[in-house]
């Protein structure tokens, strides 16, 4: 009897009961007619977003307390590639889709992925992964993007991973990086065993950019160091410029599967961080525009 799944959900979560509904019903809702499997690796959460997963009975739950003390000592934290790692080699499907704990999945984006990765195999391709577009949503932005590092090599920030190159190229690297890095690194190690990594065009995904904001200003202050870790483990192939950028394109969605996050935008964190972030953005349009009359 074969009752292996086409493809395995892996995301890792801290502190987001808030969201955890929302992301898995949304994973529930695209694959409830297509085998799979969800797993999550929860960080120590103490929120009620453990309890909230243990509930799950569709849901293969691992905990690695990333935080806090144990018999009186400090818990030595481990890094993000560790921490995903743990999912990732325990995955059974033919995919590996690797998400947030606060995204939407956009109806289609994985089906989409799945055609679109067995498309490319059939024709002989020798496909590691693709990228989903996505974007930080906001009602009034209608761009999506993927991320490319060197300039030209799109990495996956949500997406589909082919299992079995992972396990090729050793999965994520452990050491190198804290939190950013990884998902950029293994896209680099796909690509170096000679494996492309493109985008779905036809996959997207809605992320909340607000979602447990004192956590992400923490992991601002690593964003740095594991950048200078990953241009100096890459360099002597890619060069020294990390060359940081997103292509991006507008999209509509027909379902509007974001609006699912209203609920969200009356918190006064989150009224803050979007005031702060529009005042930001109507600055930088304003210096564009004015930088393109100078130069008239």
Not at 11 to 18: I, T
Not at 146 to 162: A, E, Q, S
Not at 264 to 278: D, M, Q, S
């Amino acid at each position: 009897m074969n009752n292996k799944p086409i493809v395995s959900i892996v995301f890792g979560s801290y502190n987001r009961k808030r969201f955890l509904n929302l992301t898995l019903n949304s994973i529930r809702a695209e694959l409830h007619d297509i085998p799979h499997e969800i797993i999550a690796i929860d960080g120590g959460s103490n929120d009620g977003a453990l309890e909230l997963l243990m509930q799950q009975k569709d849901v293969i739950t691992i905990t690695q307390h990333n935080r806090g003390e144990w018999n009186n000592k400090p818990i030595q934290q481990r890094s993000w590639g560790y921490f995903m790692n743990l999912g990732f080699k325990i995955a059974q499907g033919k995919y590996i889709c690797m998400i947030s704990d606060d995204c939407l999945i956009i109806p289609n984006a994985i089906k989409n992925g799945i055609q679109n990765f067995e498309n490319l195999l059939h024709d002989n391709k020798k496909v590691g992964a693709l990228a989903f577009w996505w974007r930080n949503w906001t009602p009034e932005h209608l761009d999506f993007k993927v991320c490319k590092f060197f300039k030209n090599n799109i990495y996956v920030n949500h997406g589909l991973y082919l299992a079995s190159t992972l396990k090729e190229v050793n999965y994520l690297d452990e050491e190198t990086y804290s939190f950013y890095g990884g998902d950029v690194d293994l896209c680099l190690k796909l690509i170096t065993h000679g494996y492309t990594c493109s985008d779905s065009p036809n996959s997207y995904i809605e992320h909340y950019p607000h979602a447990t904001l004192a956590i992400r200003k923490q992991n601002e202050s690593v964003w740095h160091q594991d950048m200078k870790n990953l241009q100096q483990k890459w360099k002597h192939i890619f060069g020294e410029d990390l060359g940081i950028c997103d292509n991006a394109k507008k999209y509509i969605d027909p379902t509007n599967t974001g609006n699912l996050f209203r609920s969200f935008e009356y918190e006064p964190a989150v009224l803050l961080h979007a005031t702060k972030h529009t005042i930001k953005w109507k600055i930088n349009a304003l210096k564009k525009r004015i930088s393109s009359l100078f130069k008239i």
